[in-house]
């Protein structure tokens, strides 16, 4: 099912007119409600959203881009490989072997790094406090919490909606609880919309003590700002 296949479905159920209600008003209501939702997990569990990505380790490099949006790139496996949008920086690990083994490595003293923190962030760039003195592919990791990309309604519903967390995918109905609560609320039909709503907020709440029970060990790098 597609996203619009989800408000199609929503409007024949609510007898919603798409003349008086247009599908792109809708597809936007359901992002901000999204949106909630996303913020609703990440403060019952911050960590839920935990996410990593490595780039190359960069001779004489002390400057790295943080991706604040989804990109994407073909490896040499000829695989299209996700680079997750990263909203806030936890940690940054620089690996040692092959077995991931997170230590610093030996990098070069141009620099006192007496007091200083191994990295900052800045923007949108981590910097390190110490200058490599080779090229290491993949050995520089960003570790933090994943945001979310807005929907469209092309979307496959599976793949766009909380994607690569597919133990929410019961929880899709707060959305679309949602969806027809603002859609009745719109016709001003009360009791439905009143209904629809409850039903929300009831599935709301089972998310979040769905979401607190999960359990995930995260050790934490404080970001200088």
């Not at 099912?1 to 007898?15: K, S, V």
């Not at 936890?90 to 007091?115: A, F």
């Amino acid at each position: 099912m597609t996203i619009q296949d989800l408000l199609e479905e929503a409007y024949e159920d609510t007898n919603t007119s798409i003349a008086k209600y247009p599908y792109t008003k809708g597809l936007k209501k359901l992002n901000e409600i999204y949106s909630e939702v996303y913020r609703t997990i990440v403060t019952t569990q911050e960590d839920y959203f935990w996410t990593y990505w490595n780039t190359d380790l960069q001779e004489w490099a002390r400057e790295y881009k943080v991706e604040r949006e989804w990109t994407s790139y073909i490896n040499n496996s000829w695989d299209t490989v996700y680079v997750p949008w990263i909203e806030k920086v936890k940690k940054v690990v620089i690996r040692t072997d092959e077995e991931n083994s997170y230590e610093l490595p030996e990098l070069s003293d141009l620099e006192e790094s007496n007091g200083m923190k191994w990295w900052k962030l800045k923007d949108n760039h981590i910097f390190l406090s110490r200058t490599p003195e080779k090229t290491i592919e993949w050995w520089l990791e960003i570790q933090g919490i994943q945001n979310l990309n807005p929907i469209e309604a092309t979307d496959n519903e599976e793949d766009a909606i909380f994607p690569w967390h597919s133990d929410l995918k019961q929880f899709h109905k707060v959305l679309k609880d949602w969806l027809r609560h603002e859609l009745r609320e719109h016709k001003q039909d009360t009791e439905k919309s009143d209904r629809a709503k409850a039903r929300y907020e009831e599935w709301l709440e089972k998310m979040k003590r769905y979401i607190s029970q999960r359990v995930q060990s995260i050790y934490y790098s404080d970001v200088q700002k």
